[in-house]
């Protein structure tokens, strides 16, 4: 295997494993669209049924839905809770989602484990799904979304005929603080349209390196997450890129118990929503070279179902928000 390609092989997982692991949420809207009116419902007004719905906690955060009644659609019926400060999301441009499901009668999370699944990809239809993709189109980066659906009686007696869901469009960059003075580390970086460029001296750190340029306020990384990252990985020595996120602008999945070991060491314990620069000597990394790594933090899942501590949010918003929109429920 080339070194590019070994590099990348210990970094990423491959694309199929990233849309199997986080595309389970798009899967779901796919499978459950609503079906039209069914008879014997009397549906709520758009403005009603928004009036029994409240949801709390922040944009990122896993959010708390509380009915005062059953909501009841025969419709897809959506409603912006909080409006984001973000980029705005364009038809095929890159996209990051956290979709949290609740039960529209009882207002029981859905979700596994009760944590809002990671949806990643380009805002169309092809990897979002024609109702998704209609939602988060034109709505910038922070906002936050109440949808309420009916899913045509769900898959089995007991599932919900009505689905509420918490829609959160995240960044798809680093949002923290830029931490001024981290640039006199052993790397300085600057960020163009295409990417990070990568700078240093001569001779490489004789061990890792982790300069915060970035500061995220979001939860803690776990060594046994799931990570959804931008990054590039550039080699010391030739200056080569190994394999880069930014040439599409859509984040990928990294495994941390399959991730090169420097990687995983830097990476436990970092802030979700920052941005890291990294170096990796060859014996904790591919063998060949020390790399550097540049790598925005976005949003995690437990690689194994492991329960979430309830105060640690899988991912924190995507840019300032502002609340927006009206009805019951509450902004970050």
Not at 147 to 157: A, C, E, K, N, Q
């Amino acid at each position: 295997m080339s070194r590019p390609g070994r590099a990348r092989a210990a970094i990423v997982v491959i694309a199929a494993t990233l849309l199997l692991a986080v595309g389970i949420a798009a899967a779901m809207w796919a499978i459950h669209r609503g079906r039209g009116d069914s008879p014997g419902v009397d549906p709520q007004s758009a403005a009603s049924v928004f009036d029994v719905v409240a949801v709390s906690g922040r944009v990122g955060a896993t959010p708390v839905v509380a009915l005062e009644s059953p909501a009841r659609v025969t419709a897809l019926k959506s409603r912006v809770i909080a409006t984001g400060a973000g980029r705005q999301i364009t038809p095929d441009s890159p996209v990051l989602l956290a979709v949290t499901a609740f039960d529209g009668a009882t207002g029981e999370n859905l979700s596994p484990q009760g944590r809002p699944q990671l949806v990643v990809g380009a805002a169309g239809e092809a990897d979002l799904g024609e109702d998704l993709a209609g939602l988060v189109i034109g709505q910038p980066e922070g906002t936050r979304l109440l949808v309420v659906r009916p899913i045509g009686g769900g898959d089995g007696p007991d599932a919900p005929a009505v689905e509420v869901d918490v829609v959160d469009v995240l960044a798809t960059i680093a949002y923290g603080d830029e931490v001024i003075g981290e640039q006199i580390g052993a790397l300085q970086v600057t960020m163009s349209p295409e990417g990070p460029v990568i700078r240093h001296g001569e001779e490489p750190p004789g061990g890792i390196t982790i300069q915060t340029l970035v500061a995220g306020g979001g939860g803690q990384v776990r060594e046994d997450d799931a990570l959804v990252a931008q990054f590039a990985v550039v080699g010391w020595a030739d200056g080569m890129v190994r394999s880069s996120t930014w040439t599409t602008g859509v984040p990928e999945l990294i495994v941390l118990e399959r991730a090169m070991p420097g990687l995983r060491q830097a990476l436990v314990d970092q802030r979700i929503g920052s941005r890291l620069a990294i170096t990796i000597p060859p014996d904790m990394a591919d063998g060949d070279d020390t790399l550097c790594v540049v790598i925005d933090l976005l949003g995690v899942e437990p690689a194994h179902g492991g329960p979430a501590d309830d105060d640690s949010p899988q991912s924190q918003g995507a840019a300032p928000q502002s609340t927006g929109g009206a009805g019951a429920a509450s902004g970050p």
